[in-house]
């Protein structure tokens, strides 16, 4: 099972060019949580924190718990890191979007696999390594 991480964030009731730019002056980045059976929920998450743990992410696809602290109550959503925009230029970090996940039902996601080196059979036994990208109709199937 993949590590879970957690990641404190708040609700964030301002939507808008404007208010975005306000947040982001404060070091705060906004995002979103979608998906599972709830509506869209707009946050705002501490930009040293959400750095912080791209940073030291292994690869794309994260399992974060999100701590979402309103007033006093709290709650927890367990979701993937579904994409995140940065700023063309400079590279600093615009938006990200959660995608909650439910530990009871099977999720589908594209993990990619990336060789490192030169394999054993190639290397020393002459043979030759093929690598062909899977078609459409196979990423179809269940």
């Known amino acids: 099972m993949a590590k879970q991480v957690k990641l ?3 609700p964030r009731a301002d939507v808008g060019r404007n208010s975005v730019k306000h947040l982001r002056t ?3 980045i906004p995002a979103v949580v979608y998906g599972h059976k709830d509506k869209p929920s707009n946050l705002e998450i501490e930009k040293r924190e959400i750095s912080a ?3 030291h992410a292994v690869g794309e696809n994260i399992l974060v718990e999100l701590v979402i602290a309103d007033g006093s109550a709290v709650s927890n959503k367990l979701s993937l890191i579904q994409e995140v925009q940065h700023h063309p230029v400079r590279g600093d970090i615009l938006h990200v979007d959660f995608l909650e996940v439910a530990m009871d039902e099977l999720l589908h996601t594209e993990v990619p696999i990336e060789a490192v080196g030169e394999p054993d059979g190639v290397k020393n036994y002459g043979g030759c390594l093929l690598y062909t990208s ?4 196979d990423r179809t199937r269940s």
Request: net charge positive; proline share 15%.
């Open 8 to 10: 404190s964030a708040r």
């Open 26 to 28: 404060r070091g705060v």
């Open 53 to 55: 743990l791209l940073s």
């Open 134 to 137: 899977p078609s459409p109709r």
